[in-house]
C-alpha cells in the first residue's frame, strides 16, 4: 500500500524566507505525486504534479518541488515566502499501476509566514 | 473558471438520521470522488465512481454509505444512519477521465461540514 509523510505539522517561516515543506512517500513503484494547498474554509487547489516527466516541477504562485527517487522524496519549496502563502500544504500520491485513481493524502503541513 | 461546488456548506444532523451531501462535479468530467478530513486528520479516500457505477471504495465506504449521479449534473453521498464518527468534512472531486498512462488533475470542491449531534 501506498502512504506519504509529511515531517512538521507546522511550519513557521518569515515573509522573505525560504519555505521547505517536507514529503515522502512509500510506495514499491514511484507513484504520482502531488501537493495541494486549502486556504481557510476553501478546498483543495492543486499546487503542482509530477507524473514522470521532469523530476523538477513548477507549479503555481512560484512553487516547486523536485522528485527524487533516491529519497523517495518530493519537497516542496518557494525562495521567497509571501504573507498570502499562510495555508494547509498536502502531499498526495497516486499509484502508476492498476486501475485506482484515487489520491493518498499526508496529515498536511500547516504554514505561518510572520513579519 | 469551472469549479465543483457543493451543498450545503455545513450540515448539522442527529445521530441516526440520513443526509445527504450534494456535489456539482465540472460539466465534462467524468470521474467523480469522495473524500473526507475529520477534524485534525489527514484527508481519506471514500468513493470513486465512473460511468454510473463505483470504481473503487474504501473500508471507511460501508454499507451505510452511498452515492448515486440522479442527473446530468448532480453527485450525491448519502449517509444512512448517521454516527458521532461521521462527523467530518466531506470534499467531492472530480477529474477529466483516467485514461492509460495519462493522469487528470482532481479538482476539488469546498466541502460540506458535517456535525454528527
Known amino acids: 500500500a501506498q502512504s506519504v509523510t509529511q515531517l512538521g505539522s507546522h511550519v513557521s517561516v518569515s515573509e522573505g524566507a525560504l519555505v521547505l515543506l517536507r514529503c515522502n512517500y512509500s510506495?514499491?513503484?514511484?507513484?504520482?505525486l502531488f501537493w495541494y494547498v486549502q486556504y481557510p474554509n476553501q478546498g483543495l487547489q492543486l499546487l503542482l504534479k509530477?507524473?514522470?516527466?521532469?523530476?523538477l516541477v513548477k507549479g503555481i504562485n512560484g512553487f516547486e518541488a523536485e522528485f527524487k527517487k533516491s529519497e523517495t522524496s518530493f519537497h516542496l519549496t518557494k525562495p521567497s515566502a509571501h504573507m498570502s502563502d499562510a495555508a494547509e500544504y498536502f502531499c498526495?500520491?497516486?499509484?502508476?499501476?492498476?486501475?485506482?485513481?484515487?489520491?493518498?493524502f499526508g496529515t498536511g503541513t500547516r504554514l505561518q509566514v510572520t513579519l | 473558471e469551472p469549479e465543483v461546488t457543493q451543498t450545503p456548506s455545513h450540515q448539522v444532523t442527529q445521530m441516526g438520521q440520513e443526509v445527504i451531501l450534494r456535489c456539482v462535479p465540472i460539466?465534462?468530467?467524468?470521474?467523480f470522488y469522495w473524500y473526507r478530513q475529520i477534524l485534525g486528520q489527514k484527508v481519506e479516500f471514500l468513493v470513486s465512481?465512473?460511468?454510473?457505477?463505483?470504481?473503487?471504495k474504501s473500508e471507511i465506504f460501508d454499507d451505510q454509505f452511498s452515492v448515486e449521479r440522479p442527473d446530468g449534473s448532480n453527485f450525491t453521498l448519502k449517509i444512512r444512519s448517521t454516527k458521532l464518527e461521521d462527523s467530518a468534512m466531506y470534499f467531492c472531486?472530480?477529474?477529466?477521465?483516467?485514461?492509460?498512462?495519462?493522469?487528470?488533475?482532481?479538482?476539488f470542491g469546498p466541502g460540506t461540514r458535517l456535525t454528527v449531534t
Open positions: 472531486a472530480s477529474s477529466e477521465a483516467l485514461a492509460s498512462g495519462t493522469i487528470y488533475e482532481q479538482y
Open positions: 510506495s514499491s513503484v514511484p507513484p504520482y
Open positions: 509530477y507524473t514522470s516527466a521532469a523530476t
Open positions: 498526495a500520491v497516486m499509484p502508476k499501476t492498476g486501475t485506482a485513481s484515487k489520491l493518498t
Open positions: 460539466s465534462n468530467h467524468l470521474y
Open positions: 465512481f465512473y460511468n454510473n457505477e463505483i470504481s473503487e
